[in-house]
């Protein structure tokens, strides 16, 4: 990215390990390559193990998805609503989760998992952690648009019982995290009303993974 002229601000670190990247993305340029990417799979509310609908509308593209349903958690090569591959990944966004993963100090991300996530006021993403990718040197690279949420970390610091820690992030916000935040447990709280000129009453956001 120039040097000069750019909108966006220092990598901020939230805990060790995340990064926040504020206004890293082109919000404007992301929007084209989504509309696309949902017209080819379509965003869907996925079941969980124990019956329940997430609040969240989600699909995926790229070599692998991340899948939810009576079965449990897992990544899938395979749309299960189609029965065919997921899209492929558009080499922007590959590029924008590469440029901020190196610059948040890992070299060489190459992510084949991107989950994009579509809320809606009052919804929200219950504390999890991501354990289904095999290598966990390889940082997730997740990327804000629309609407601002009001994103939450769990510190567990043996001296301090569990504290967490909140960022609000807003259109363009990148964070990276990696490292000794890989296993932290995080969500998303229950999504506000709000507008955005381009997003509408929305928020996406997309996380990149190296998840095969
Ligand atoms: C979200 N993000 O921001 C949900 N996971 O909508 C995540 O669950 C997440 O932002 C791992 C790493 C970064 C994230
Ligand atoms: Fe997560």
Redesign the pocket.
């Given at each position: 990215m120039a040097e000069s002229g750019q909108l966006w601000s220092d990598p901020v670190e939230i805990v060790n390990g995340m990064q926040l990247l504020p206004g890293f993305a082109d919000s404007q340029s992301l929007y084209t390559e989504i509309q696309s990417l949902v017209q080819q799979a379509p965003l869907r509310h996925m079941g969980t193990r124990r019956g329940f609908t997430m609040s969240v509308a989600m699909t995926n593209c790229g070599d692998l998805g991340w899948v939810s349903d009576r079965q449990g958690y897992r990544y899938s090569p395979i749309d299960p609503d189609s029965g065919q591959p997921w899209p492929d990944m558009p080499n922007a966004l590959k590029e924008l989760a590469r440029d901020a993963a190196q610059l948040a100090g890992f070299a060489n991300f190459s992510p084949d998992a991107c989950l994009i996530n579509r809320y809606v006021p009052g919804a929200q993403m219950g504390a999890?952690q991501?354990r289904n990718e095999r290598d966990r040197t390889q940082p997730i690279v997740s990327v804000s648009l629309g609407i601002p949420a009001r994103f939450f970390v769990v510190i567990d610091n043996p001296a301090d019982d569990k504290k967490s820690v909140a960022v609000d992030l807003s259109d363009g916000d990148v964070v990276v995290f990696g490292g000794a935040a890989r296993m932290c447990s995080?969500g998303v709280r229950k999504l506000k009303a709000g507008h955005d000129p381009l997003w509408g009453e929305a928020r996406w956001n997309l996380?990149f993974r190296h998840a095969g």
């Open positions: 999890h991501d995080h996380t």
